[in-house]
């Protein structure tokens, strides 16, 4: 089967395009990854959750995707960090890689395909400097080697801007331009340094991303990615380093995702003091709620950021398990549409939308990959289901009415990584991460229960009731089901 096709915004182009890959049924696909010198924050997982469902997305499409991610472990940030802590800035790099792993496995992203490290990566990085020298598009200077940004007439074509106008921030010495940017820097005292033909030194930032995009994928690729604040100069500066040393365009499409802003407009940023760390998030909410928030806008429009934005990133997600919990406790034999039209208009309406969701699913991820309309189109199944559940028959007839649904959801679960889990899986998440928060104990909620029980089986309605109501208002609703009496968290 041949993929299907989508079209996808092109940063380059600024404009919505029909996705032609550069071989047949196949993405190379590069992300930049994380700079290894702190634990990830919600932040970063913007990027890394969007590209892990675009990945699960275009696999779901039938493409043969090699993801690629890098790891950069060779950093001005991380020689810093590790001397003010006294250890081998190697040693933190790998320390902080080994946490990411941990976070972004119990978040539930897939590992790419590969993980390249600049630190494995030197000799790919030499010899692409050594090319861009010999092509006349870098020079060195006492020990260094800087990029000239004026040999490359298209330097600018990304971020849109005028070379005469840009300054880069490296502070090598010998610059021909103000925007020329180092590839190799001349080592310096106490900092980790590899031998070179021009002497011992370390990478500039940008060369990584070109060395290893052309050694793990080749020297053209078909979707580069990263976040928007990587623009410039760091995807800029990618562009003529490859096209330069290759000769060939880079990456034909160019996708960022936009960034977390605080509700003030800020943005979210390790200076600015408003981090929040997929670690310490993961304690406090349930690993699919941080992905729903992320996933929640479509991935290049800003991402509000507030204290209370994974609780209501929660709330919206609970209501989906609720119908998807109601929907799997739905029996019935019969034919769906015998069933529909005995159970009237509400039976029909979940009968078709749950018939039509995958086509209209796909539709929308197949435009620009909006993930945001998406959930959209499941929070409308979600409401038919719910006021399907209403009818009296509904669980005992309503089973082959909801199938398609229940399928719909599968498809999202496919494409986003969204709503898989078993509803009760979820529920039980949601209890062991959320009542502390809630300041609420799961013993003490047992014993009341139980206590209602013992008045229901006395007759003692009105203590039953009350129990009830006492437990409502702290949150906790009662569920009379076939096991008997359950109770989830109202969020
Ligand atoms: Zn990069």
């Avoid at 806008?297 to 119908?323: F, K, Q, V």
Wanted: some cysteine; proline content about 4%.
């Amino acid at each position: 089967m041949s993929p299907a096709p989508f079209r996808i915004y092109n940063s380059l182009t600024k404009a919505i395009e029909p996705f032609v890959p550069i071989e047949e049924g196949r993405v190379r696909l590069y992300v930049c990854g994380m700079t290894v010198y702190d634990h990830i924050h919600v932040g970063h997982g913007r990027a890394m959750v969007v590209f892990d469902a675009f990945t699960r997305y275009l696999r779901y499409r039938g493409w043969n995707v090699n993801f690629v991610r890098n790891f950069t472990d060779v950093d001005d940030k991380i020689i810093k960090r590790a001397h003010e802590r006294g250890l081998d800035p190697a040693e933190l790099a790998q320390n902080y890689i080994a946490h990411f792993h941990h976070d972004t496995d119990q978040l539930g992203l897939m590992r790419p395909d590969q993980e390249p490290r600049v630190s494995t990566s030197i000799p790919d990085i030499i010899n692409m400097i050594k090319t861009l020298i010999k092509k006349g598009n870098a020079y060195e200077h006492e020990g260094s080697v800087l990029f000239s940004v004026k040999s490359f007439d298209e330097y600018g074509k990304l971020s849109r801007q005028n070379v005469d106008e840009l300054r880069s921030a490296d502070e090598e010495t010998g610059k021909r331009h103000a925007a020329d940017f180092a590839l190799w820097k001349a080592a310096k005292p106490n900092e980790p340094t590899w031998p070179s033909p021009w002497g011992p030194g370390r990478p500039g930032w940008h060369i990584e991303c070109s060395a290893m995009s052309c050694s793990c994928l080749g020297d053209k690729i078909d979707i580069h990615g990263g976040g928007v604040d990587l623009v410039f100069p760091h995807h800029e500066n990618e562009i003529a380093q490859t096209e330069c040393a290759t000769g060939k365009k880079f990456a034909t499409y160019w996708m960022h995702n936009g960034m977390l802003t605080m509700t003030s407009g800020q943005k979210m940023g390790k200076s600015l003091g408003n981090v929040i760390n997929i670690r310490d998030a993961l304690k406090e909410y349930p690993a699919e709620s941080i992905r729903f928030y992320l996933l929640q806008n479509h991935y290049r429009s800003a991402l509000p950021w507030s204290g209370t934005a994974l609780s209501e990133a929660l709330s919206m997600l609970a209501r989906l398990y609720d119908a998807k919990e109601q929907a799997v406790r739905m029996g019935g034999s019969e034919k769906a549409e015998q069933v529909a039209q005995s159970l009237g208009t509400d039976a029909q309406q979940v009968l078709d939308l749950g018939l039509s969701f995958k086509e209209k699913l796909l539709k929308v991820l197949d435009e620009d990959f909006n993930t945001a309309q998406s959930l959209a189109l499941a929070f409308e199944l979600a409401r038919a289901i719910n006021r399907f559940a209403a009818h009296k028959k509904a669980k005992k007839r309503g089973g082959p009415v909801v199938a398609a649904a229940l399928e719909g959801f599968d498809v999202l679960t496919e494409t986003l990584g969204i709503l898989g889990a078993d509803p009760k899986a979820f529920q039980a998440e949601v209890k062991e991460k959320r009542l502390e928060a809630m300041g609420l104990d799961a013993q003490a909620i047992e014993t009341q229960i139980a206590a209602r029980s013992q008045a229901r089986d006395a007759k003692d309605w009105a203590l039953s009731d009350s129990i009830r109501d006492e437990l409502n208002e702290r949150g906790i609703v009662l569920m009379d089901t076939p096991n008997g009496i359950e109770w989830k968290i109202n969020l």
